[in-house]
Every structure is written in structure tokens, then in C-alpha cells.
């Protein structure tokens, strides 16, 4: 096959599974959505030495999802929304009070979360094979493909909000990020910005699970932030370079995993991966 | 009614004491030096005006509506972490902060204050250079431009001229003067440039475990506490 017939070939397939599928429209709605969201957030987060807290956030996502299948609930972000987002802030807005080192506090949480949840499931089966479902939540299912109009409102709606919320207190996102300590001597109120930092990112995981699974979120968070932490030197250009290339990863990612018939959230990775290894080479081309 | 008052104020960090008996006011209008010296506990007390830290016990109560706000501060150090992607000019304009409120954006008014103290310290052509690849003197200036983008009515520095050359020292010092003497702000300064300090300040707070002196510096130069100090550090001219 030549390279020519191939492209064609790729070029129909894909336009095939838009014109005929609405999931496959869904999916790339929510996966460029929720991508944006998490990279935007991701940047405070890398720099407040937070990368980890995707990981530990999405695992107590993990369990609270457990819990409400367990529970049979017909909405389980009911109940996940709210466990998540309390311990959001239990993990950033305690900060500096904290007597256990924040990195440590995260992963305790994580894996007794996970472990946890994992337990739930056995214990209590909802379906023959459990397994099959941990792997699911665990990796990203094909549930981005179920979607369902209600879920693809509902996303794009919690994504409206945290980008209108990131636009509008970037300027204080920055500060608080930068130097709370002086933000908060010269009267702004860090506190009440870490909480709603923390609310926003809880948000954005229990989106993401949906999207790559509570394994891989932390990827969606702190790779497109790096990335750009390597080339751009200022917080607005890191900003809009980690927004950008998240979408182009992300949209990249899905059209790949239609073609090759991949896992989604595995592939989302890999090419945010492969990303961040073009641009540590551009950083280094542009230091010497 | 003074700006600040400090009522038998106890300093320390979790139930350590650091400093104690701490009883004084600062007015309007005045430029305080606060000399001490090595962890006498002068970090800790501009930490504790600032409400960063709180006291073991006393109070400090402010004055003629001091609002939060309205001081702008210099801190001992700052912990940047080494890959921060941050300009000088966004550092700069960060301290305008303190004046937007709700409002999203900074407005010309702001931007042009940034700009203005950025052209005050020498820094305009760094404006656009992210802040980890200065130099020390050259961060130490652009978070002066922005303690003093967030000045209202009250300036604090801690230990100012740390890391700056003679030059940028000597510009410093008549800045902080004129921004005292004809905008009225009023400064607290610590400072271990104890020539200086007897040079420009109104008042000293000489700081050992206890204040060992409170008052006026002509009080001071006179005092025993400062002729010993003065004899040490070479405050003599
Ligand atoms: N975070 C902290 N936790 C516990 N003790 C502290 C802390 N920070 C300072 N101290 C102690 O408090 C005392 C006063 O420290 P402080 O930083 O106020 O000194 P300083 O007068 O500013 O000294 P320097 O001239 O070196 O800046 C020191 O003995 C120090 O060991
Ligand atoms: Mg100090």
C-alpha cells in the first residue's frame, strides 16, 4: 500500500465513523474538553509540586465509585462528585498545617482508596466479571464511546465553568501560585483561591475517568504543563502553549485509537508522551 | 491614632519564644528601622504584622483604616522554585493585585504603576526575561517593583538591600526616602546597614530576645544599647 492510497484510506475511515457515528462525535467533544480543562489546571499544579494529586484524587474517585456501584446508584457522580472534591481539599487547601508531608498524605490516601475500592468490588459483585470491570475503570473504558447526550452536556457545561473560573482569577491563580505568601500579606485571600484551585481539579478527575481511566488522569494533567515548561519562560505562554498542545494531543490521540482500533486513554498518553519529548529536544536546541 | 500598635507582644514558633515584651506603636508617617542581630526575631515579627504568623500572645492592633491591602511587602526570601515560568513583568505586575478586587483584568492604571516602578529600580529592559535566570540583585529589584506596586499606605522590607550593588543601595535608600517623605508612606524596615538605618530612619526598634531599645533615633544614637551597636557595626561616619 502506498503511502498516498494510505492516507486515503485513513482519510475515509475517519470521516466514515464522523458522518455515521454521533458517539465517535461525543467522544472527540468530551476528550478535547476535558483535556483542555485538566492541562489548564495542570500548571499550578506542577508548579505547586502538586503533579501527584491527580493520581491521588482519581484513585479516591476509584473508590467512590466502587462505592456507588456497589450501592446500585443510577447516578454515581452523586456520589463521586462529593467524595472527591472533599478530599481535594482535604489535600490542598490544609497545606502548610498539615502535619504529615504533603506527598505522603497524597499517597496514603491513593493507595487506601484504591485498595479499597477494589476490596468493595469483591466483596460486594455487581457483575460476573469483576476484573474486567476494575480494568475499566482503572485504564479508561470504552465509555467514552457510550456516551450519552446528557453526559456530553454535562461535560461540556463543567468545562465552560472551570475554564470561565480559570479566566476570569488567572491573574490570582498566578499569584497564589507564584508567592503566596506575599499575595496573602498584601490582602488577597490565597485560602479561598486554594479551595476553589482544589474544587476545580476534583472536578476535572472525576471528568477525566470517563476519559482515560483513574490510572492515566495524571498524564492529562502534568504532560502538557511540562512540555511547555521546557520551551516557553513566561506563566501566560506556558499557559496557552499547554492548552494548545493538550488539544492537539488529545484530538491526535482519539483519531489514532479510531484508525488503530487502540485503547483511547492509553493513546491520548502515549502522544502526550511523545510530545514531551519533542519539545525537551526544542529546549535544548534553544539553550545553545 | 498610630497605624500599628503592638500590645505585650510574644513571638515565637509553637510555643518557642523568640522575642518578647514586645510594646510599641508606629504612626503614620513614619520610617521605622527594625536592627537586630542574626534570628533576634525581626522576620518574625514583620511575618506576624502581616498576619503570615501568629502570636503566642498580645496583639497588634492597626489604625486610621489600615486595610491589608494597602501594604506591600518585601519578604527575606522567596521560595521560587527553580523551573517557574514566570517574566519580570508579570512578577512586577502581580503586586498591582491587591487593588483589582473582583475585577479579572489590570487596568491601565495598574499597568502603568508597574511600569513606573519597574523604571524606578533599572529593571524596564528586563521586563520581558523570566525571573530565574537573573541574577540575586537583579530578582531582589524586581520584587521591590513589586512590594512597591502593592503599596497603599504602609511598606514593609525585609532586609532591602541584600544582594545589591552600591549603586542600586545608594538609589534604594533615596527612593525609599522620597516615597516616605512626599507620598507619605510609611516604612518598616529591617536592615542590617545600621549607618543607613541611623542615616534615613525616624525611628529604630533595636531587637535582641527583648526590644532592647523603642524610639527616636536621635534617642537612639545616644543610647547605650546604640553606642555599643553603632561601635560594632560601624555606624560611625
Ligand atoms: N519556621 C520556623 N520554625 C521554627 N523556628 C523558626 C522559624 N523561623 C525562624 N525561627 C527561629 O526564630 C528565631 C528568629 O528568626 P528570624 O527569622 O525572625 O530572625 P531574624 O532576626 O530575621 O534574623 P536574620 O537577621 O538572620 O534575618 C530564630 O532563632 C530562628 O531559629
Ligand atoms: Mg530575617
Same mark, same amino acid.
Given at each position: 500500500?502506498?503511502?498516498?492510497?494510505?492516507?486515503?484510506?485513513?482519510?475515509?475511515?475517519?470521516?466514515?465513523?464522523?458522518?455515521?457515528?454521533?458517539?465517535?462525535?461525543?467522544?472527540?467533544?468530551?476528550?478535547?474538553?476535558?483535556?483542555?480543562?485538566?492541562?489548564?489546571?495542570?500548571?499550578?499544579?506542577?508548579?505547586?509540586?502538586?503533579?501527584?494529586?491527580?493520581?491521588?484524587?482519581?484513585?479516591?474517585?476509584?473508590?467512590?465509585?466502587?462505592?456507588?456501584?456497589?450501592?446500585?446508584?443510577?447516578?454515581?457522580?452523586?456520589?463521586?462528585?462529593?467524595i472527591t472534591v472533599i478530599s481535594a481539599i482535604?489535600?490542598?487547601?490544609?497545606?502548610?498545617?498539615?502535619?504529615?508531608?504533603?506527598?505522603?498524605?497524597?499517597?496514603?490516601?491513593?493507595?487506601?482508596?484504591?485498595?479499597?475500592?477494589?476490596?468493595?468490588?469483591?466483596?460486594?459483585?455487581?457483575?460476573?466479571?469483576?476484573?474486567?470491570?476494575?480494568?475499566?475503570?482503572?485504564?479508561?473504558?470504552?465509555?467514552?464511546?457510550?456516551?450519552? *447526550? @446528557?453526559?456530553?452536556? #454535562?461535560?461540556?457545561? &463543567?468545562?465552560? $465553568?472551570? !475554564? +470561565? /473560573?480559570?479566566?476570569?482569577?488567572?491573574?490570582?491563580?498566578?499569584?497564589?501560585?507564584?508567592?503566596?505568601?506575599? *499575595? @496573602?500579606?498584601?490582602? #488577597?485571600?490565597?485560602? &479561598?483561591?486554594? $479551595?476553589? !484551585? +482544589? /474544587?476545580?481539579?476534583?472536578?476535572?478527575?472525576?471528568?477525566?475517568?470517563?476519559?482515560?481511566?483513574?490510572?492515566?488522569?495524571?498524564?492529562?494533567?502534568?504532560?502538557?504543563?511540562?512540555?511547555?515548561?521546557?520551551?516557553?519562560?513566561?506563566?501566560?505562554?506556558?499557559?496557552?502553549?499547554?492548552?494548545?498542545?493538550?488539544?492537539?494531543?488529545?484530538?491526535?490521540?482519539?483519531?489514532?485509537?479510531?484508525?488503530?482500533?487502540?485503547?483511547?486513554?492509553?493513546?491520548?498518553?502515549?502522544?502526550?508522551?511523545?510530545?514531551?519529548?519533542?519539545?525537551?529536544?526544542?529546549?535544548?536546541?534553544?539553550?545553545? | 491614632?498610630?497605624?500599628?500598635?503592638?500590645?505585650?507582644?510574644?513571638?515565637?514558633?509553637?510555643?518557642?519564644?523568640?522575642?518578647?515584651?514586645?510594646?510599641?506603636?508606629?504612626?503614620?508617617?513614619?520610617?521605622?528601622?527594625?536592627?537586630?542581630?542574626n534570628g533576634s526575631g525581626k522576620t518574625t515579627l514583620m511575618?506576624?504584622?502581616?498576619?503570615?504568623?501568629?502570636?503566642?500572645?498580645?496583639?497588634?492592633?492597626?489604625?486610621?483604616?489600615?486595610?491589608?491591602?494597602?501594604?506591600?511587602?518585601?519578604?527575606?526570601?522567596?521560595?521560587?522554585?527553580?523551573?517557574?515560568?514566570?517574566?519580570?513583568?508579570?512578577?512586577?505586575?502581580?503586586?498591582?493585585?491587591?487593588?483589582?478586587?473582583?475585577?479579572?483584568?489590570?487596568?491601565?492604571?495598574?499597568?502603568?504603576?508597574?511600569?513606573?516602578?519597574?523604571?524606578?529600580?533599572?529593571?524596564?529592559?528586563?521586563?520581558?526575561?523570566?525571573?530565574?535566570?537573573?541574577?540575586?540583585?537583579?530578582?531582589?529589584?524586581?520584587?521591590?517593583?513589586?512590594?512597591?506596586?502593592?503599596?497603599?499606605?504602609?511598606?514593609?522590607?525585609?532586609?532591602?538591600?541584600?544582594?545589591?550593588?552600591?549603586?542600586?543601595?545608594?538609589?534604594?535608600?533615596?527612593?525609599?526616602?522620597?516615597?516616605?517623605?512626599?507620598?507619605?508612606?510609611?516604612?518598616?524596615?529591617?536592615?542590617?546597614?545600621?549607618?543607613?538605618?541611623?542615616?534615613?530612619?525616624?525611628?529604630?526598634?533595636?531587637?535582641?530576645?527583648?526590644?532592647?531599645?523603642?524610639?527616636?533615633?536621635?534617642?537612639?544614637?545616644?543610647?547605650?544599647?546604640?553606642?555599643?551597636?553603632?561601635?560594632?557595626?560601624?555606624?560611625?561616619?
Open positions: 500500500m502506498g503511502v498516498i492510497e494510505w492516507v486515503s484510506w485513513v482519510f475515509n475511515k475517519l470521516s466514515d465513523y464522523f458522518t455515521k457515528f454521533q458517539f465517535v462525535r461525543y467522544a472527540m467533544i468530551v476528550g478535547i474538553l476535558i483535556a483542555l480543562c485538566s492541562s489548564l489546571l495542570g500548571v499550578t499544579l506542577v508548579l505547586k509540586r502538586f503533579s501527584y494529586i491527580g493520581d491521588g484524587l482519581s484513585h479516591v474517585a476509584f473508590g467512590a465509585v466502587a462505592i456507588a456501584t456497589v450501592c446500585n446508584l443510577s447516578n454515581n457522580m452523586l456520589i463521586v462528585i462529593p482535604l489535600l490542598l487547601y490544609t497545606g502548610s498545617r498539615r502535619k504529615i508531608k504533603g506527598d505522603a498524605s497524597i499517597a496514603m490516601i491513593s493507595v487506601a482508596s484504591l485498595s479499597f475500592g477494589y476490596l468493595l468490588m469483591n466483596v460486594f459483585p455487581t457483575s460476573t466479571n469483576i476484573s474486567a470491570d476494575v480494568c475499566m475503570t482503572l485504564f479508561g473504558s470504552t465509555s467514552i464511546l457510550t456516551l450519552t *447526550a @446528557t453526559e456530553v452536556w #454535562l461535560c461540556v457545561g &463543567m468545562s465552560v $465553568l472551570v !475554564i +470561565a /473560573v480559570f479566566v476570569l482569577f488567572y491573574h490570582k491563580i498566578f499569584a497564589v501560585t507564584f508567592d503566596e505568601g506575599f *499575595a @496573602t500579606a498584601t490582602g #488577597l485571600r490565597s485560602s &479561598m483561591y486554594n $479551595l476553589m !484551585i +482544589a /474544587v476545580v481539579i476534583a472536578i476535572i478527575i472525576v471528568l477525566a475517568m470517563n476519559l482515560v481511566g483513574s490510572l492515566l488522569i495524571s498524564a492529562l494533567v502534568i504532560f502538557p504543563a511540562l512540555s511547555a515548561m521546557r520551551v516557553f519562560k513566561s506563566f501566560k505562554a506556558v499557559i496557552i502553549c499547554s492548552a494548545v498542545l493538550a488539544v492537539f494531543c488529545s484530538a491526535l490521540g482519539m483519531l489514532i485509537s479510531i484508525v488503530a482500533g487502540t485503547p483511547v486513554g492509553a493513546t491520548i498518553v502515549v502522544v502526550d508522551v511523545a510530545a514531551f519529548g519533542v519539545f525537551s529536544l526544542v529546549g535544548l536546541i534553544k539553550k545553545n | 491614632m498610630a497605624l500599628l500598635t503592638c500590645r505585650d507582644l510574644v513571638l515565637g514558633y509553637e510555643g518557642k519564644k523568640v522575642v518578647e515584651e514586645l510594646n510599641f506603636s508606629v504612626n503614620a508617617g513614619d520610617y521605622l528601622c527594625i536592627v537586630g542581630e511575618k506576624t504584622i502581616l498576619k503570615l504568623h501568629a502570636p503566642i500572645s498580645g496583639r497588634i492592633e492597626t489604625g486610621e483604616g489600615l486595610k491589608q491591602n494597602e501594604i506591600g511587602y518585601l519578604p527575606q526570601q522567596t521560595m521560587v522554585q527553580k523551573d517557574f515560568p514566570a517574566s519580570v513583568n508579570e512578577i512586577v505586575l502581580s503586586g498591582c493585585l491587591n487593588r483589582c478586587g473582583f475585577r479579572p483584568f489590570y487596568n491601565r492604571e495598574e499597568k502603568q504603576a508597574a511600569k513606573k516602578n519597574m523604571e524606578r529600580l533599572g529593571i524596564t529592559d528586563l521586563a520581558g526575561r523570566c525571573y530565574r535566570e537573573l541574577s540575586g540583585g537583579q530578582q531582589q529589584r524586581v520584587l521591590l517593583a513589586r512590594a512597591l506596586c502593592a503599596t497603599g499606605k504602609l511598606l514593609l522590607l525585609d532586609e532591602p538591600v541584600a544582594g545589591l550593588d552600591p549603586k542600586a543601595m545608594a538609589d534604594l535608600y533615596h527612593l525609599i526616602e522620597n516615597l516616605n517623605s512626599f507620598d507619605g508612606i510609611t516604612v518598616i524596615m529591617i536592615s542590617h546597614d545600621i549607618a543607613a538605618a541611623v542615616k534615613y530612619a525616624s525611628h529604630i526598634l533595636h531587637l535582641s530576645f527583648k526590644p532592647l531599645f523603642f524610639g527616636r533615633k536621635s534617642d537612639y544614637i545616644h543610647s547605650e544599647t546604640g553606642k555599643l551597636f553603632r561601635e560594632v557595626y560601624g555606624g560611625e561616619r
